[in-house]
């Protein structure tokens, strides 16, 4: 078809054929203009115009940036990545023992200054190398490093002493041609023979000197070992123990009873002490629902029989709004009523779970339409008891009965949560397992505080890192028993190579027991290392002990270490070689390695300069 436009003559086109066309030309006009780009570039680097002869062009700034991937093969990939290993596990091994150093970390706490640490994990994170190669040798020492943390809380310097130790004494098989893929099934195999062979050993931890034992080993203070066992004595394993800055020098413990809520009142209308905005019940009833509240007829009855019996009355709602909240607020205030009303904490099922603990710790009756009870219907024999109640705008604390009512029942709901608990870590669901935590601790009823008092910000961190360390290994050790430390419990189970070896059907297989026997010599070498001693003198010695005997580093004797206070919690044990055995198998069995490579840049002048991609 021909249509006429402006006295021009067009080829009507189909609009696919048009719009094919406008993209052919859009290309075009990129590649001219890559192509101009390109040369410009070029004549910046050489220093002469395009198309001209030995013409110099003005000086002006152009720098090209070329990223890329490095690859590398065999023994290359596995030295680089050792080397890694080596460079952050050197620096980590020198605190390990009583008798361990500090590490200066520059610029890595949140205002950047310096840091003087003892912790393992910390060193590690802060650690960036400049070779990328290397540098995921240092991460794959940190995985090592955190899991052992978030598993036992303590044994980061450990487990990765051992991930050094299994590493380089591996490498020297695997460049010897033995098979990576029958040693790094034998040294998982291995491994777990050795863990559970130190859970059936460990003795269980139930004392007080026992708890002090324990965190004084892992702090290195025998007074940071004195406050947390007083800390955990009072608030049991499963207690919540918090460790914040002090205001003063000296450090303290402070416990607080009661349940914590995270809500407040639903009104500031129920505050009664208009200078702390608190409103404080003493000996109250308690009316848990996850109903909202619009009503003041839903709860007359409820009103009517608190009344009766003159007691004090806490609301716990979903919400409280409306003629309710009116009723509420004006009964309050006329002296009819001791009430106040706080909002339900959490969404949905958390929501409901919570309340039900809350049930549990007061001895309520859990006012829900889904067990077909509503607000209306309810009874004094549906409230529950407490000692006291603090409601404040955002928070509430509440206090369980003094004569301990309702202690058989938190019991039982604690070891049920410690239940789902351990299918939740088993199944790796951290976030759900992290939630069942906190109930447990809720439902204890009592925190306790460590105030750290100290001179400087550096000294403040120093001793968080320890009583952290120490507060994880105590309770790791109440929770699966404790074995001998100082490196003995590792030194001890050399004595069954031949056992271990039983177990394992292949023979390349069981040449990985010998890697792992070698290396779990390496802590005990290096806490004497540390101790100006000389490592492998004091391992042969310790070797032939019996159970429970070892060097003391800190006495520099061979001693009973379980009577002497020398002792480290199972879990630490176990979690740092089984974490250690995973990510050293890993690393044996790696054939290449895709790094990102550097950063090049051309200057003005033409000349090029390598910065470190890190």
Known sequence: EILSVTGVQTCALPISALRHRRELDERRHTMRLITTLWMATASGVVGYAP?????????RSVAVTMEGREIKYGDAARNSLARGVDKVANAVKVTLGPKGRNVVLGGGSRNGAPEVV???????????????????????????????????????????????????????????????????????????????????????????EQYKYIASLSAASEEYGTVIADAITRVGADGAIVVAPAQGLED?????????????????????????????????????????????EEILPLLEAVLDSKEPLLIIAADITGEALSGLVLNLNRGVLDVCAVRAPGLGDVRR???????????????????????????????GYLERAVAEKDKTLIVGCADGRFNEEVEERVESLKAQLAEKLAAAKEFEAQRLEQRITKLRGIVARILLGAATETELEDKRLRYEDAINALKGGIAEGMVPGGGSCYAFMTRYTDEIKASLPDEEERLATDILVQAMGEPCSQIARNAGLLGPMVLEKVKGQEWGYGFNANTQEYENLLEAGVCDPASVTT??????????????????????????????IGRASCRERV
């Open 353 to 383: 779970a919570f309340l039900e603990d809350i049930c549990t710790f007061t001895g309520a009756n859990f006012i829900t339409q889904e067990l077909g009870r509503r607000p209306s219907n309810v009874s004094l024999a549906d409230l």
């Open 51 to 59: 198309g001209l002869t030995r013409a110099p062009v003005g000086r």
């Open 118 to 208: 003892n912790d393992g994990v910390t060193i590690a994170a802060d650690i960036k190398l400049g070779d990328n190669c290397e540098n995921i040798g240092a991460n794959l020492v940190l995985q090592s490093a955190a899991k052992t943390d978030s598993r036992a809380g303590d044994g980061t310097t450990t487990s990765t002493v051992l991930t050094q130790a299994l590493v380089n004494e591996g490498l020297r098989f695997v460049s010897n041609g033995h098979n990576a893929v029958a040693l790094q099934r034998g040294l998982l195999k291995s491994s777990a023979w050795i863990v559970k062979k130190i859970r059936e050993m460990a003795t269980p931890v139930t004392s007080y």
């Open 575 to 604: 979690w740092a070689l089984d974490n250690a055995a995973s990510i050293a198998a890993s690393l044996l069995n790696t054939e290449a390695i895709v790094a990102e490579t550097e950063v090049e840049e051309i200057d003005e």
């Open 252 to 296: 303290e413990l402070v416990f607080t009873e009661g349940m914590g809520i995270e809500t407040g009142y639903v009104s500031p209308l129920f505050v009664k002490e208009q200078e702390t905005s608190t409103n404080t019940l003493a000996n109250p009833r308690v009316f848990v629902t996850d109903e909202k509240i619009t009503m003041l």
